[in-house]
């Protein structure tokens, strides 16, 4: 592992493995909300468990420990410090950060030190985001999958970002405390505890499907503090409209499909719904909006583990069998859903649109293997949440507790 060391940070280079990287990127892909500003997206660990994705928490535990041992080790404070924050945070064309330091404002004046992790690539996924320190070395770090920056989070360390041009830059970011009371493991054990030990939640055939929160943390507008949802559009179904596909609901009514607001629509995707591709839809329904985005991401995140379509079990059926037109659907009323301005979309997400070896090998056996192996991989994730979690309450502290 390569480094390059100054009294007050640290570079660390393929700190996090390739595949860790795309595990974090599908999360955030497939949760986040309208982050903390213009042309942000962010996914908080206590937001993964306000939408029964508590599960989702599991791939971070390891991380997290390994990252405030590295910090504790560097800066000479070991047992010394909390996790304040962890969050996966991405920044689309237009978001920038001038020269500031992250304890310049009031009520951050807890917070001792940061770390960032890049989760993907300067000049591949996006452009722009350059990170800049105003003094010291190094002066200027380049996202690279993998790599770690730690540094301290006063003064000595005032820093900024360069404007993303193009496409959208994903990093895992924590900020440590030494103040015991912004502990972020003891308040994340609380919601985890009132949400799984509260009823028999685990009685249900599919425990693990994604509940969306309201609307408004979904809605993208250029202008966040505007309250007008006349332009934008829906983060959910634009992540599935770039990647080719689209929502399809019967539970418009008339009032609904005559609306002109996108955001008075995008409600819908609190419901069921159907997942199409080019005029196809796929015959089984989903839940609500962000179950088949879940899919969608998984499927972007596992394609080059996919097995070949003759080698898809014929448990998995014809691939006529697993879809329909849309003629189909004309005695159910299937609208197809556009949730938004699609130019802004493209302008916004655009940049990530077309993996050609997805585009070319895509069809509806290998979407029917790819729904079975999410539904395989949350299981086993909420199976571990369920086994750890008294663990931690008994600890007040999230850790890896092994096999």
């Given at each position: 592992m390569g480094e390059s060391e100054h009294p007050l940070r640290l570079i660390l280079h393929d700190f996090l493995s390739q595949n860790l990287c795309k595990e974090l990127e599908f999360i955030h892909k497939s949760c986040c909300t309208v982050g903390y500003r213009p042309n942000v997206f962010s996914?908080?660990?206590?937001?993964?468990?306000?939408?029964?994705?508590?599960?989702?928490?599991?791939?971070?535990?390891?991380?997290?420990?390994?990252l405030k041992d590295k910090v504790e080790e560097f800066f000479g404070c070991e047992y010394e410090l909390f996790i304040e924050f962890t969050g996966l945070i991405s920044w689309t064309k237009g978001a920038s950060i001038g020269w500031h330091s992250d304890d310049n404002r009031s009520y951050l004046k807890q917070r001792d030190f940061a770390a960032v992790c890049y989760l993907n690539n300067h000049g591949k996924d996006f452009k722009g985001g350059v990170f800049h320190f105003q003094d010291g070395e190094p002066t200027s770090v380049v996202p690279v999958a993998g790599d770690l920056v730690i540094y301290t989070a006063d003064s000595c360390n005032i820093h900024s970002v360069d404007e993303i041009i193009e496409g959208e830059r994903l990093t895992l970011t924590l900020w440590f405390t030494r103040?015991?009371?912004?502990?972020?493991?003891?308040?994340?054990?609380?919601?985890?505890?009132?949400?799984?030990?509260?009823?028999?939640?685990?009685?249900?055939?599919?425990?693990?499907l994604p509940s969306p929160a309201s609307s408004n943390m979904y809605w993208f507008s250029q202008d966040q503090a505007s309250h007008d949802h006349q332009e934008g559009f829906d983060i959910r179904w634009a992540r599935i409209h770039v990647l080719h596909y689209t929502f399809g609901t019967t539970n418009l009514t008339i009032n609904d499909a005559t609306s002109d607001s996108s955001f008075h629509l995008s409600e819908s995707l609190e419901k069921p719904l159907r997942l199409g591709r080019q005029n196809e839809f796929f015959k089984k329904e989903f839940a609500n909006g962000l179950h088949p985005l879940q899919v969608v991401q998984f499927y972007c995140w596992k394609a080059t583990e996919l097995p070949t379509v003759n080698n898809i079990s014929d448990e998995f059926g014809n691939v006529k069998e697993l879809s329909c037109s849309l003629e189909d659907f004309k005695n159910d009323s299937l609208n197809v859903m556009f949730l938004g301005d699609q130019k802004l979309v493209l302008s916004i997400f655009g940049y990530e649109s077309s993996d050609k070896k997805l585009q070319s090998s895509f069809n509806w056996a290998h979407f029917s293997y790819v729904v079975a192996a999410w539904e395989d991989y949350s299981l086993q994730l909420r199976r571990e949440l369920i086994t750890s979690l008294p663990h931690w309450r008994s600890n007040h502290s999230i850790f890896a507790t092994g096999t």
């Open positions: 996914t908080t660990l206590s937001h993964l468990i306000a939408t029964n994705c508590g599960h989702l928490l599991i791939p971070f535990v390891s991380i997290r420990e390994r103040d015991s009371s912004y502990d972020e493991d003891v308040k994340l054990i609380s919601l985890l505890s009132q949400t799984l030990l509260s009823g028999s939640v685990d009685d249900r055939p599919f425990p693990f």
